[in-house]
């Protein structure tokens, strides 16, 4: 996780190790819980009945909250960098913990609060909060080291929307002024791929060189050939008329064109089933862990465990 960037399988294989631990621990937690003596027996499955969330369940709660996110994002006026820097925080507090264990919904005040004083975008805790309903200032602040930690504390974020930015100064330089009517759309793109893998993937400049091409492919490989050109002396040529340097072609294939798949996919809202998402969520109530639950029995009743030997030990001194 140093550099949060993976390989597609190493990606999936992190998340699925993660969720096949977490299944194991919340169905241990559940066989515990189911053992802590109740006032009236609540009508639960048992552990081995209970239908534990899929690495696609997780991902498809953790896309919707990222969409949840941008709506918060507008109705604060936020600025992009905060929302992106969030949304960033939320999809890498997922590589190293399961929605079993936390709310997604708790998790992303939590990182969009963190976000504001990242971008130093100053905003206080009463202000956050009282704009959100049903929320308090310690649902935001009690997660607030467990989103650091899981972080490692790495709250610096690079984006594709700056690269972007970049792209499109080097191209007024080199081509010509039309890229100030390109740019827009190829900023919209880079902002619809932030409820995608792409970060995890790619890099910042990878993701806006594909998000041009996206939206102007001519414009977007004359300047890429412009570069290859200028920065390798094998490839000081220009190209015959209708084709493409072969170092053009691999870039397109192997970088390029899979993040423009991800795009197309994220702006015609595939990545999202809000329905599917209700029954995850519906799901989700049988399925989290008590030991993080504060309404659960066995959080209480290790609440008062841990409160008894707290007195016993100031009894003895």
């Not at 109740?38 to 081995?48: C, F, L, W």
């Not at 053009?248 to 899979?258: C, F, K, Q, T, Y």
């Amino acid at each position: 996780h140093r550099h949060w960037r993976y390989s597609e399988a190493g990606l999936l294989k992190a998340r699925s190790d993660l969720n096949a631990t977490a299944v194991q621990r919340v169905r241990s937690m559940l066989q515990e819980e189911k053992e802590v003596p109740k006032p009236e027996e609540a009508d639960v499955p048992k552990p081995s009945d209970v239908e534990y969330l899929t690495v696609e369940d997780e991902q498809s709660l953790v896309t919707y909250y990222l969409q949840q996110l941008t709506r918060l994002c507008k109705m604060f006026k936020f600025p992009v960098n905060v929302a992106s820097t969030a949304m960033t925080y939320l999809k890498r507090f997922y590589i190293r913990n399961t929605c079993m264990d936390y709310h997604p919904k708790n998790v992303m005040l939590t990182c969009l609060f963190l976000a504001t004083k990242t971008e130093n975008h100053v905003i206080s805790l009463d202000s956050f909060t009282s704009q959100i309903p049903k929320c308090t200032n310690e649902d935001v602040l009690s997660l607030e080291f467990l989103v650091s930690q899981s972080l490692k504390f790495q709250y610096k974020c690079h984006h594709a929307d700056l690269a972007g930015r970049g792209i499109m100064l080097d191209m007024q330089a080199e081509i010509d002024h039309l890229v100030e009517v390109t740019y827009p759309r190829a900023h919209s793109t880079i902002l619809s791929l932030r409820i995608t893998d792409a970060e995890f993937l790619y890099t910042p400049s990878q993701i806006a060189l594909a998000a041009f091409h996206a939206v102007d492919p001519v414009l977007t490989e004359r300047w890429l050939a412009s570069k290859l050109d200028l920065t390798s002396k094998s490839t000081l040529r220009k190209p015959p008329p209708d084709e493409k340097l072969p170092e053009v072609e691999e870039i397109l294939r192997d970088v390029v064109n899979p993040i423009v798949t991800l795009a197309d996919a994220a702006k015609a809202g595939k990545l999202t089933d809000v329905e599917k998402v209700r029954q995850v969520d519906r799901r989700l109530r049988f399925c989290k862990n008590p030991e993080k639950d504060p309404n659960s029995s066995l959080y209480k009743k290790r609440q008062r465990d841990h409160e008894a030997e707290e007195m016993s030990k100031r009894v003895k001194k």
